[in-house]
């Protein structure tokens, strides 16, 4: 057993293992075409004003009582005033995001009537036929309060079909402690790729990574590595529809994450919920600088708030250029579900109203709640002093202004970057060649995919 493997905690059945089959299960869903669900008109017959059904990961099973409480008074707030009722019904994190449930509900017929996805998984319901246009329940000056970056991944020909609640951008978050015991602080925070792999390195000790990214394959691991291919200049889909991922800046991308696991600097495997989990893995002391969203801010505080931290944001390579990502879950309607409109419906009151009560929700979800980017002016204005203060400060103005939005791709063409990930960073596989293959499969797909356009 190595050294890196000696730090590894999970033991039995591999998170990577799941995660790999359960996208199978998934991508099933598509292998017909784009109708993306088989069965999808096979929805069983519910009693005649059934609650409708409100699938996330927050409440009322969450682990933040700010966030469940959020998500609880939501819904008690809007069956008290509407006949129509709606009912929370929680999956656990891991399996709502990466594991087969929700897919394979649709497949079967027995979706959730509401229910939250982000932009990278935006395609697959789309190309389902699943999601309910919710354009004709926003007014106009709503839908203008919602900055046109914000909205475009969950638009197709001008019509709306997800309401964003947040903005998710990425950066690197750093233990106080572990710079101290090295003799550093915040003025010795990487600015370039190759200082941040020679300090991951510092850093390590036969107790603690130095450094951490996401290394299970996932929607959320393809998140966080897009603003490193972008930095150089990449992407995965150039202007004329082919593939642009046999690149140099796709391969020195590759590369930074091959190299900071190589070099035993990051982990093979990460703890908790995945790297999207700042608890498990930067203050329970498994790493020193981990990978990792605003919402950290919000986990932190609720779970470890005697544990000092600082952030910075993504470092850059040579002659590259600044730029993060910036995720965020969206509220969906069912367009096969018991009550369509009525789950539109919800979604425009809860999130796109002119209403103060809207406006004001969607701002305590992103200050209070959670620690977010708001995805509505209004709500940005209505909570000013909190987004110019403390960590969601710095931010503001300093992470934020670099923000581009999630891609949102469909199944195969996330697998294929999902897979040349792994075979990199874990695998050993050359970066070169890796995406030369890669761009190949790309290419094969891209030439007869004939869904909505990708992003």
């Known amino acids: 057993m190595s050294d890196n493997d ?56 969450g682990q933040v ?20 009722q709606v009912e929370l019904e929680f999956i ?9 449930k929700l897919a394979t509900a649709f497949a079967s017929g027995q979706g959730p009537d509401i229910f939250i996805i982000s932009p990278g998984d935006f395609l697959r319901y789309y190309n389902g036929g699943v999601l309910q246009d919710l354009t004709p329940y926003i007014d106009e000056k709503a839908r203008a309060d919602f900055p046109e970056s914000v909205l475009a991944t969950r638009m197709v020909d001008g019509k709306i079909y997800g309401l964003p609640m947040e903005v998710e951008p990425m950066a690197m978050y750093y233990s106080v402690k572990a710079f101290e015991d090295a003799g550093l602080n915040e003025n010795d925070v990487p600015k370039t790729w190759d200082e941040l792999l020679e300090l991951g390195k510092k850093l390590t000790t036969p107790e603690r990574y130095g450094l951490l990214f996401q290394t299970a394959p996932g929607y959320y691991q393809n998140f966080t590595w897009y603003p490193f291919l972008w930095q150089g200049g990449g992407e995965f889909q150039g202007a004329d529809g082919k593939s642009a991922f046999d690149s140099p800046a796709t391969v020195q991308a590759l590369k930074l994450w091959q190299d900071a696991v190589n070099s035993g600097a990051a982990p093979r495997q990460v703890l908790g919920n995945g790297a999207n989990d700042s608890v498990a893995n930067l203050a329970s002391g498994y790493c020193a600088i981990q990978n990792v969203g605003i919402w950290a801010i ?11 931290y600082g952030v910075f944001r993504l470092p850059t390579p040579a002659n590259g250029k600044y730029v993060t990502v910036g995720g965020g879950w969206a509220f969906v309607a069912n367009a096969k579900g018991q009550n369509p409109e009525a789950a ?27 620690s977010d980017m708001p995805p509505r002016d209004s709500a940005l204005k209505a909570r000013e002093a909190a987004f110019s203060e403390g960590m969601i400060g710095k931010f503001a103005r300093e992470i934020h202004p670099g923000t581009r939005a999630e891609p949102r791709v469909p ?24 995406a030369t293959a890669a761009s190949q499969q790309l290419d094969a797909y891209l030439a007869s995919y004939s869904g909505a356009p990708l992003l």
């Open 92 to 100: 656990p994190n891991k399996e709502y995001i990466n594991g087969p």
């Open 344 to 370: 539109g419906q919800f979604c425009a009151w809860a999130l796109a109203s002119t209403e103060q009560g809207s406006v004001d929700r969607v701002a305590t979800w992103c200050t209070e709640a959670k």
């Open 65 to 84: 009582k700010p966030q469940v409480e959020w998500f609880e008074k939501m819904v008690a707030d809007w069956n008290a005033t509407h006949e129509q």
């Open 6 to 61: 000696k730090r590894i905690l999970t033991p039995g059945w591999s998170r990577r293992r799941f995660l790999r089959n359960s996208a199978t299960f998934a991508a099933a869903g598509v292998a017909g075409g784009v109708s993306g669900f088989p069965f999808i008109n096979r929805l069983p017959v519910r009693a005649q004003g059934a609650p409708l059904k409100f699938w996330q990961f927050y409440a009322p099973g």
């Open 298 to 308: 919000s986990q932190l505080k609720n779970n470890a708030k005697d544990f000092p």
């Open 411 to 434: 199944p195969e063409v996330y697998k294929i970057i999902s897979d040349a990930i792994q075979q990199t960073m874990l695998g050993g596989a050359d970066p070169q060649t890796t």
